[in-house]
């Protein structure tokens, strides 16, 4: 509500300019006075039609005008007709797409740098953002660089809260995960390819996550010298090629295996590395700290099958209380160069 009135002015400027005009349901931003519209993702507009992707409504002049104003309907409940504002348009509230434009105009300015969003806002939203904010402030384009996130899949579904196919921040904590861990995993696929979310996919990369960060304790104390030229160019190369943070992150294990660097260029090679990852490397917090410094434990499904029984066995016996057989199947694991520690969680087996 707060950037209601900027809104507000925003259509009004449209208005002015000839880029709007009001219908009984609203105020309707006209795409045909913006000639470059649909020019994100080279749009077939021609294929928009009303009824699939965009909305049907005879009082549009055009299917791919789109609403900046919505009026309050004459039909709608006592309570929901309470809602809105009253403007000279009638009561009702701003449409969607004007509230992205209004908000960056106030927060960041005419024109940005980049726009992020997912891939199915690149036909409708995203281009209807160019169209409004380039024709009411005049200035183009309104955002340099534009990068669309391909979507996550779990189970095999998109994530979407709509569908309750979801995963919360708040379940990390429930499965033992720090939050940079997740984004260790967002940074091993490439934002524009699809990625498939598992708990087992983020304990890998929390495993991996762990590992960089002990690394770091190892050289934490060493001095500070120039990053090795041939990583530095390397990196921003990757970097720079629409932000590739898979290949980024290889060549920093790959630099954690050269014999070549001494230990003062690694610690200098993740310093540098975490200024674009910003995963806690250079300074992490008491949490973090904690949790590196423990052994990762292991999912059961990554133990040799033959470990895998042995668990299960003295899970088995746990609950019977059957604390002999227990120290005998503890005994077994731990011959077998695993250790095992109880928690309320269960067993946690790491490597000995």
């Given at each position: 509500s707060d950037y209601v009135p900027a809104m507000i002015a925003m259509?009004?400027?449209?208005?002015?300019?000839?880029?709007?005009?009001?219908?009984?349901?609203?105020?309707?931003?006209?795409?045909?006075?913006?000639?470059?519209?649909?020019?994100?993702?080279?749009?077939?507009?021609?294929?928009?039609?009303?009824?699939?992707?965009v909305a049907k409504n005879d009082a549009k002049r055009h299917p791919t005008d789109f609403a900046i104003w919505k009026s309050t309907p004459a039909t709608t409940s006592k309570r929901a007709a309470k809602l809105g504002w009253d403007w000279r348009w009638g009561k009702g509230f701003p449409g969607w797409h004007i509230e992205c434009s209004a908000m960056i105009n106030g927060v960041?300015?005419?024109?940005?740098?980049?726009?992020t969003g997912g891939?199915?806002?690149?036909?409708?939203?995203h281009n209807n953002e160019i169209a409004q904010s380039e024709a009411a402030t005049g200035k183009q384009p309104f955002s340099r660089f534009w990068m669309h996130r391909a979507h996550i899949q779990m189970g095999g579904s998109k994530l979407a809260k709509s569908t309750g196919n979801t995963?919360?921040?708040?379940d990390l904590a429930e499965h033992a995960t720090h939050p940079?861990?997740?984004r260790y995993w967002f940074l091993t696929s490439h934002?524009?390819?699809?990625?498939?979310?598992?708990?087992?996919?983020?304990e890998g990369a929390q495993h991996a996550f762990i590992r960089l960060h002990q690394r770091m304790e190892q050289v934490r104390r060493e001095d500070h010298v120039e990053v090795p030229a041939e990583f530095a160019v390397a990196f921003a190369e990757r970097v720079n090629d629409d932000l590739d943070t898979p290949g980024a992150l290889a060549l920093v294990w790959d630099a954690l295996?050269?014999?070549a660097y001494d230990k003062s260029q690694i610690k200098s090679i993740l310093a540098h590395a975490?200024?674009?990852?910003?995963?806690?490397?250079?300074?992490?917090?008491?949490?973090?700290?904690?949790?590196?410094?423990?052994?990762?434990?292991?999912?059961?499904?990554?133990?040799?099958?033959?470990?895998?029984?042995?668990?299960?066995?003295?899970?088995?016996?746990?609950?019977?209380?059957?604390?002999?057989?227990?120290?005998?199947?503890?005994?077994?694991?731990?011959?077998?160069?695993?250790?095992?520690?109880?928690?309320?969680?269960?067993?946690e087996i790491t490597k000995a």
């Open positions: 259509i009004k400027t449209l208005e002015e300019k000839g880029y709007a005009y009001q219908t009984p349901d609203g105020v309707y931003f006209d795409t045909s006075h913006f000639p470059s519209y649909g020019c994100l993702g080279g749009i077939d507009l021609a294929g928009l039609k009303e009824g699939a992707r960041l300015g005419k024109q940005i740098d980049i726009h891939i199915e806002h690149v036909a409708i939203h995963a919360y921040l708040s940079l861990a997740l934002y524009r390819t699809s990625s498939n979310f598992t708990w087992e996919a983020l295996k050269n014999d975490d200024r674009v990852f910003a995963i806690g490397l250079t300074n992490p917090d008491a949490a973090l700290t904690d949790l590196f410094e423990k052994p990762a434990a292991l999912m059961l499904s990554a133990l040799p099958a033959e470990i895998q029984t042995l668990v299960g066995e003295r899970a088995a016996a746990r609950a019977t209380k059957n604390w002999t057989e227990s120290d005998r199947l503890r005994d077994a694991i731990v011959a077998a160069g695993y250790l095992v520690k109880d928690g309320a969680s269960g067993q």
